[in-house]
Structure formats: structure tokens, C-alpha cells
């Protein structure tokens, strides 16, 4: 039913001379993949990445058409559904895109516009030095870069809960009648748990979709504290429990966390920080599509990490309340994150 694939990649976050590889594992029953945990890629130096699929037509045949594009997120990188990392030639860069391209005509504005949260995000956290990341602890990873555009469980934005800065630990919610006492990132989009034929239907409502519980009750129907039992009259859940699983480490939505950090507390951790908290960092073609909808348009690019204007590697600069203003490189449009989730059927 889902298409889903059946293996993630062995490695994760952009390890560098890996490609994205064309997995054999044929994704028949929509079940949900289990495989181990990611691994952190400890190596940063940037050699190459590549989309290079096993099999290409049998890739590119069950792609053809305007079917959606077969994404998910791991580790913080779109991957193309299907593939894995193997390690490859650096003279292999460019066929990131190309094949991408072969796979989807329309595929670096869509790509662009799934990341756009996110690219705000990372741009608005690298000016400010306020990092806001939603992972499982342990990680060196985020699962989703966080802005004030970003939705809460308790159904409100980022930016209408109180102010914040890079300690933050719980931040409450500030709308009249919410008794959010910690933001916590939810997906608004349903692209954010890789249910991407949603956005295709002609009734739908990006304004009115949310992330439901088994209990079909949709996060705001639950109290945002403590176990997160439903609200609704009648149904005996008694704990927020997500039917859909991270697509960045294949883990539930309730084992992870919200974190604020600043920029030497990711540095600490071992966590990305300045331009490498960018998305696609390690791939300059993917990251130039999400910069700019143009693979070979490093313009923004190249704005953001040298000359005047740069991203400031040592301004840890604290928010001092919801009055000032983030910059959001892209315009600040709001309407949801990208990527994080996907749905599991039981
Ligand atoms: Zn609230
Ligand atoms: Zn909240
Ligand atoms: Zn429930
Ligand atoms: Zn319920
Ligand atoms: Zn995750």
C-alpha cells in the first residue's frame, strides 16, 4: 500500500565519498523496515556524493509520470526512495542530479519547496545562533531543524510561545487558554510523514491536515503535558501514540525531543553548526536546490559563507524575546516543516 522501501542507507548524514544507491529490496507489503540504528558519520571532509541508482531502468520505470516524488528523509538528507549509501568515485558528483532529474522533471522545485522550512531554519539559526533541533537524544543528528514557523503539539506556532534562547530547556506556550508548559515539534505537512499523495488530492487542506494518534484524534485533540492523553470524550487513550515514524531514524515521534542549543553546545556534542547545519550540506547540488531551486546556483550559497553578510561562526547571539525578529532567508513563508516522518500501517 505505502511503496515504501524496505532499507535505509548503512550509513547517514553525508558520509562523505557515499552514494545513494539504489536498494534491491522491493517494498511489497508496506510494512515498516526495521534496521539498525544509524550511525553517526564522523568524517566531514567533503569529497563526493552521488545518486547512482543499481538498476536503472527498473528505478526510473517505476517512476515515470507526476506520481509524487518517491522522497524520504534520513539523517537530515532527502533521499530518493530506494536508495542507500555505498561508497563511490568522486568523479560520480554530478550524477546526483542528473538522475534525479531523469526521475522527475520538476524535481528541484519540489525539492525546494518540501525543504524551504527548514532551509529558513538553518539560515535563521546560523544568524542568530540560536539552534533548534528535534531529535532522539543520543544523536549527533537532528531529525528537523526548528524555527518559530514550526508547529507545537499544543497546536501553536514556535513564535507564539514564550521567548527563548540557546538554553532554553522547556518553553512554555503564551496563547490565551493553552496549557503547553514545552514546545514540542510535531509534522503540519503530511509530506513530513511521506504521505505525499495527500497534497495531490483536489479536496485537500494544508491548513486543516494534522499528525493523528492510533486513537484517530488528531496531536491537538491531546493535552500537550504529561503523557498526552486524548481529550476527546469518549476515547480512553490515555497516551499520545504516533502511528508514523521518523523517516531521518525510523523511531516514533514520542521518543524524541526538542533541543535549544547554541552554537558551542552543538560544537560540544559533536552536533552541525554554521554551514554545515544547512541542509545538504555535503551535496552542493542538492544544497544549491534548496537554496536557490537551481543545482548550479551557489549565489546563496556563497552569501551566506564568505565575504559581508556571512554566516557568523562565533555570534552566539541570545533571542531575547519573541519580539525580535528571526531573519528568514527565504521570506519566512510559513505552512509547515519537511521531512521527518512516514507512516507505518498496522
Ligand atoms: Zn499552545
Ligand atoms: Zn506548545
Ligand atoms: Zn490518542
Ligand atoms: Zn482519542
Ligand atoms: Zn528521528
Known amino acids: 500500500m505505502s511503496g515504501r522501501p524496505t532499507s535505509r542507507p548503512s550509513g547517514s548524514r553525508g558520509t562523505p565519498g557515499t552514494a545513494w544507491q539504489k536498494t534491491t529490496a522491493k517494498p511489497t507489503t508496506g510494512a515498516k523496515p526495521k534496521s539498525a540504528s544509524p550511525k553517526k558519520a564522523a568524517n566531514k571532509a567533503g569529497t563526493s556524493t552521488a545518486l547512482v541508482p543499481r538498476s536503472k531502468q527498473g528505478a526510473i520505470a517505476t517512476r515515470k509520470g507526476m506520481a509524487p516524488i518517491p522522497m524520504k528523509k534520513q539523517d537530515g538528507m532527502l533521499v530518493p526512495e530506494g536508495y542507500t549509501v555505498r561508497k563511490i568515485e568522486p568523479a560520480k558528483n554530478y550524477d546526483v542530479v542528473s538522475f534525479a532529474r531523469a526521475m522527475n522533471p520538476d524535481f528541484a522545485p519540489r525539492v525546494k519547496k518540501l525543504f524551504d522550512p527548514e532551509r529558513e531554519a538553518a ?39 514564550n521567548s527563548y534562547n540557546g538554553h532554553s530547556v522547556r518553553v512554555p506556550c503564551r496563547q490565551p487558554g493553552c496549557s503547553c508548559k514545552a514546545f514540542a515539534w510535531i509534522p503540519s505537512r503530511p509530506e513530513e510523514i511521506g504521505e505525499f499523495w495527500f497534497a495531490r488530492r483536489r479536496d485537500f487542506d494544508p491548513e486543516a491536515w494534522r499528525a493523528k494518534c492510533r486513537c484517530k484524534h488528531t ?3 491531546h493535552d500537550p503535558n504529561g503523557m498526552r492523553r486524548c481529550k476527546m470524550r469518549g476515547c480512553g487513550c490515555s497516551v499520545f501514540d504516533s502511528p508514523f515514524l521518523c523517516a531521518a531514524c525510523d523511531q516514533h515521534w514520542e521518543v524524541h525531543e526538542t533541543f535549544f542549543e547554541t552554537e558551542s553546545m552543538r560544537r560540544d556534542k559533536g552536533l552541525p553548526y554554521g554551514e554545515e547545519y544547512l541542509p545538504f550540506h555535503e551535496m552542493p547540488e542538492l544544497r544549491n536546490i534548496v537554496l536557490t531551486g537551481e543545482e548550479t546556483d551557489d549565489s546563496v550559497y556563497r552569501a551566506l559563507t564568505e565575504g559581508e553578510g ?9 533571542i531575547a524575546d519573541n519580539n525580535t525578529p528571526f531573519s528568514f532567508g527565504g521570506g519566512g513563508r510559513g505552512g509547515g516543516r519537511s521531512g521527518g516522518f512516514r507512516p507505518t500501517y498496522d
Open 123 to 161: 539560515i535563521a539559526a546560523q544568524k542568530s545562533g540560536v539552534y533548534i533541533g528535534w531529535r532522539c537524544p543520543e544523536f549527533t543528528w537532528d531529525c528537523q531543524r526548528v524555527s518559530s514557523m514550526s508547529k507545537c503539539f499544543c497546536g501553536h506556532l514556535l513564535g507564539e510561545h
Open 219 to 221: 496531536h491537538e485533540d
Open 310 to 318: 556571512a554566516i557568523p561562526h562565533t555570534n552566539v547571539r541570545a
